[in-house]
């Protein structure tokens, strides 16, 4: 049982081989391989081959029969032809680990610098082994236990198959009752509710009927409002139930909808009439002779609708007299001056808004007036 780590503290120590043999006698012999590799690990003082500690894939492996053990020859050894690489083989005889023993795996490659094979174990997935031969079994599966094992797979995988579908029948049966449950309880609902509102949608459609009839706008805009809610209430029910009251809803609507857009322009043209009237926004329908005559009655709001329309203000009048607008809205300034009053207030404002205007205040008529 010389090993290195033996030799090298007897070389260290100036240990004789007197003192080895002492070292040896006090330990207690091996009886089986287990005990053989204590008992070598004991007299090296550590791991003979590294420092990983793995006798049996570093070259201490049992004789098969575990009564000895041997260390790997320094020399590689070469392969005996009786594995190849890609061949399945399991793991047998080994000592160190004893638990890999009967794992499979596929030889990779022999290497030749250790003279070991690199195997690729089951359940050690991009790691390697490195394992001598003798360690190597080849597996021999017979034509009866191949046929064997494929008839129990297919058996099994059936077996797993029909549970499978046996499985997903009874989950969509259970899916079909479940929504056969809900959709019977949704149109019971549905009954229940076109029931329960069968009253108030008949005077709905009376009253909107009759809304129509009198031409009461008001009435249908109620009544309008109350089918758009009775509809909502429903809206779940089916469309063939609600048609009556939703065609009556949208009929009333749309004229509702006309209505409110002809009272909007009625106001619009309403509120466009008083704007004229104050002078605020322009009299497009108002001719050049009304204007005039807005001019000499002083109404000062006309004449600043008619300024906005861009009446003219060079024209003279055609009866000889040459007057301008100027002169026809002074014309009564005097009576009116003399009134005193509202009628003073408009003609002073009649001739601001035509000298605002740039009407020409200097221009002379026929007599030079």
Same mark, same amino acid.
């Given at each position: 049982?010389?090993?290195?780590?033996?030799f090298?503290?007897?070389?260290?120590?100036?240990?004789?081989?007197?003192?080895?043999?002492?070292?040896?006698?006090?330990?207690?012999?091996?009886?089986?391989?287990?005990?053989?590799?204590?008992?070598?690990?004991?007299?090296?003082?550590?791991?003979?081959?590294?420092?990983?500690?793995?006798?049996?894939?570093?070259?201490?492996?049992?004789?098969?029969?575990?009564?000895?053990?041997?260390?790997?020859?320094?020399?590689a050894?070469?392969?005996?032809?009786?594995?190849?690489?890609?061949?399945?083989?399991?793991?047998c005889?080994?000592?160190?680990?004893?638990?890999?023993?009967?794992?499979?795996?596929?030889?990779v490659?022999?290497?030749?610098?250790?003279?070991?094979?690199?195997?690729?174990?089951?359940?050690?997935?991009?790691?390697?082994?490195?394992?001598p031969?003798?360690?190597?079994?080849?597996?021999?599966?017979?034509?009866h236990?191949?046929?064997?094992c494929?008839?129990?797979?297919?058996?099994?995988?059936?077996? +797993? #198959?029909?549970? /499978?579908d046996? !499985?997903?029948?009874?989950? &969509?049966?259970?899916?079909?009752i479940?929504?056969?449950?809900? %959709?019977?309880?949704a149109?019971?609902?549905?009954?229940?509710?076109?029931?329960?509102?069968?009253?108030q949608r008949?005077?709905?459609?009376?009253a909107?009927?009759?809304a129509?009839a009198?031409?009461n706008?008001?009435?249908?805009?109620?009544?309008?409002?109350?089918?758009?809610?009775?509809?909502?209430?429903?809206q779940?029910?089916?469309?063939?139930?609600?048609?009556? +009251? #939703?065609?009556? /809803?949208?009929t !009333?609507?749309?004229?509702l &909808?006309?209505?409110?857009?002809?009272?909007?322009?009625?106001? %619009?043209h309403?509120e466009?009439?008083?704007?004229?009237?104050?002078g605020?926004?322009?009299?497009?329908?108002?001719?050049?002779?009304?204007f005039w005559?807005?001019a000499?009655?002083?109404?000062?709001?006309k004449?600043?609708?008619?300024?906005?329309?861009?009446?003219?203000?060079?024209?003279r009048?055609?009866?000889?007299?040459?007057?301008?607008?100027v002169?026809?809205?002074?014309?009564?300034?005097?009576?009116? !001056?003399?009134?005193?009053?509202?009628?003073?207030?408009?003609?002073?404002?009649?001739?601001?808004?035509?000298?605002?205007?740039?009407?020409?205040?200097?221009?002379m008529?026929?007599?030079d007036?």
């Open positions: 049982l010389m090993t290195p780590g033996l090298d503290d007897m070389a260290e120590g100036g240990m004789g081989y007197n003192d080895a043999d002492d070292r040896l006698q006090a330990l207690p012999l091996p009886g089986t391989p287990e005990q053989a590799v204590e008992y070598a690990v004991a007299v090296a003082g550590g791991p003979v081959n590294g420092d990983s500690g793995d006798f049996a894939l570093a070259g201490y492996v049992g004789a098969g029969d575990g009564t000895a053990l041997s260390e790997s020859s320094p020399k050894a070469e392969p005996s032809g009786r594995f190849r690489p890609g061949q399945q083989v399991s793991l005889g080994l000592i160190g680990h004893q638990a890999l023993n009967g794992s499979q795996g596929i030889l490659e022999f290497d030749y610098e250790v003279g070991l094979w690199v195997v690729q174990l089951e359940g050690f997935e991009n790691e390697h082994k490195q394992i031969e003798r360690n190597l079994q080849e597996i021999q599966l017979s034509i236990d191949a046929a064997k494929r008839s129990e797979w297919h058996y099994k995988m059936h077996a +797993l #198959t029909e549970q /499978a046996v !499985a997903k029948r009874e989950y &969509e049966r259970e899916v079909q479940r929504k056969g449950a809900a %959709a019977a309880a149109q019971q609902h549905r009954r229940n509710s076109m029931e329960a509102t069968a009253d008949e005077l709905i459609e009376t909107i009927r009759e129509f009198n031409g706008i008001e009435a249908l805009r109620l009544q309008a409002g109350k089918a758009r809610k009775m509809l909502e209430l429903i779940h029910c089916p469309a063939s139930d609600r048609a009556s +009251l #939703t065609r009556l /809803a949208e !009333a609507e749309s004229r &909808e006309q209505y409110d857009e002809r009272q909007a322009t009625r106001t %619009a309403k466009y009439l008083q704007r004229i009237e104050r605020e926004a322009a009299d497009w329908k108002m001719t050049p002779k009304q005559q807005h000499e009655a002083g109404n000062a709001e004449v600043r609708a008619g300024l906005k329309s861009k009446m003219p203000l060079s024209v009048s055609t009866d000889g007299r040459r007057h301008t607008i002169h026809v809205a002074c014309k009564r300034v005097v009576a009116d !001056a003399l009134e005193g009053g509202c009628a003073a207030a408009g003609r002073l404002a009649t001739l601001q808004s035509l000298a605002e205007a740039r009407a020409n205040i200097n221009a008529d026929a007599m007036l």
